[in-house]
């Protein structure tokens, strides 16, 4: 994270962050705001980008992902707190930058 956030403030380069919950939770304006960051026009096959993805052949371990529908995911990682217990204290910053809950 510090990697990335010092080559964003060293190199112009324009950049257009996603965060996933909020394209789950509004996917069209999420999705409709990065095709204009892209230049690509947006449409209504965005939405169904699953169906497009599965007449395709996809060759990549996250292959069965693309294939299904966005999941919310928020909160799953409270499951494995007691693991992530030692690196807490590490992603505290980023949780607090990002506005994460803890």
């Not at 190199?11 to 230049?39: C, I, K, M, Q, W």
């Amino acid at each position: 994270m510090r990697l990335t956030e010092a080559h964003l403030a060293a190199l112009p380069l324009p950049v257009h962050v996603v965060e996933y919950s909020t394209l789950v939770g509004s996917f069209d304006a999420t999705t409709r705001t990065l095709a204009d960051f892209v230049g690509a026009a947006w449409s209504e096959n965005v939405r169904h980008f699953n169906r497009t993805a599965a007449g395709r052949q996809i060759s990549t371990p996250s292959g069965p992902q693309v294939r299904r529908r966005l999941y919310d995911g928020s909160g799953q990682w409270r499951r494995y707190r007691a693991q992530l217990e030692p690196v807490l204290p590490v992603l505290q910053p980023w949780v607090s930058r990002y506005g994460y809950l803890p």
